[in-house]
């Protein structure tokens, strides 16, 4: 099982619905998590992190099942700048070995 | 202020050739990274120092050698390179492990091979 897995999409969707991503990670001492956008030709950026007790930050929601090792991102009210490739991140630490591993990316089509 | 620098932005050279790219970070963190991103948008990790330890070396060939004069520089010095190197290669860096760890990143390098 590969150490974290999304579905590569593309997801085509129209404006203004509401689209959800999940993540799967394999590592269970896995501590930290999050939500990354990247833009074409872009680095990736911090979108949001991912909390136990899930989080909200707008038209975003982050979740996370620790006993079934996934995280999730809603995206409501999709706009036409919603459009971009999401990576799932997890961060294992362990013995100093700080590993931040990404998934290969959902990419997000918002159709006008 | 750029957070995380890496220069070249790009970076065309011909096979056989030994080429570095080079990577600041003025966070004042503890951890920087080397990661590759291929063609098919998929971002692997190549190295991790912490304070100018490596911590991390994935099955990177040889040839790819990273090298850390102090904790707020990462340079990535590739020797013989081949057609296979290229991509897109990202610097980051976060604070020391401690779990809530977020990486930012350089814009990245994008290493042609000819």
């Known amino acids: 099982r590969k150490e974290v897995e999304q579905d590569p999409g593309p997801f085509n969707v129209p404006e203004g619905a509401t689209v959800a991503f999940n993540c799967t990670y394999s590592?269970?001492?896995?501590?930290?998590f999050f939500w990354y956008r990247q833009d074409c030709r872009k680095e990736p950026k911090l979108l949001m992190s991912v909390y136990s007790s899930g989080n909200e930050d707008g038209r975003f929601t982050a979740q996370l099942n620790r006993a079934s090792q996934y995280i999730s991102l809603l995206i409501r009210d999709s706009k036409l700048s919603d459009s971009a490739t999401y990576l799932c991140?997890?961060?294992?630490?362990?013995?100093?070995?700080?590993?931040?591993?990404f998934g290969k990316g959902t990419r997000l089509h918002i159709l006008p | 202020d750029t957070a995380v620098s890496q220069t070249p932005k790009y970076l065309v050279t011909q096979m056989g050739n030994d080429k570095s790219i080079k990577c600041e970070q003025n966070?004042?963190?503890?951890?920087m990274y080397w990661y590759k991103q291929d063609s098919k948008k998929f971002l692997k990790i190549m190295f991790s120092y912490n304070n100018k330890e490596l911590i991390i070396n994935e099955t990177v060939p040889n040839r790819f050698s990273p090298k850390s004069p102090d904790k707020a520089h990462l340079n990535l010095h590739i020797n013989s390179l081949e057609l296979g190197d290229s991509a897109v290669y990202f610097c980051?860096?976060?604070?020391?492990?401690?779990?809530?760890?977020?990486?930012?990143f350089g814009q990245g390098t994008r290493l042609t091979v000819v």
């Open positions: 991140v997890v961060n294992t630490s362990m013995n100093r070995d700080d590993k931040i591993i």
């Open positions: 980051a860096s976060s604070q020391e492990a401690g779990g809530g760890t977020e990486a930012f």
């Open positions: 966070l004042g963190h503890d951890t």
């Open positions: 590592n269970s001492a896995s501590q930290s």
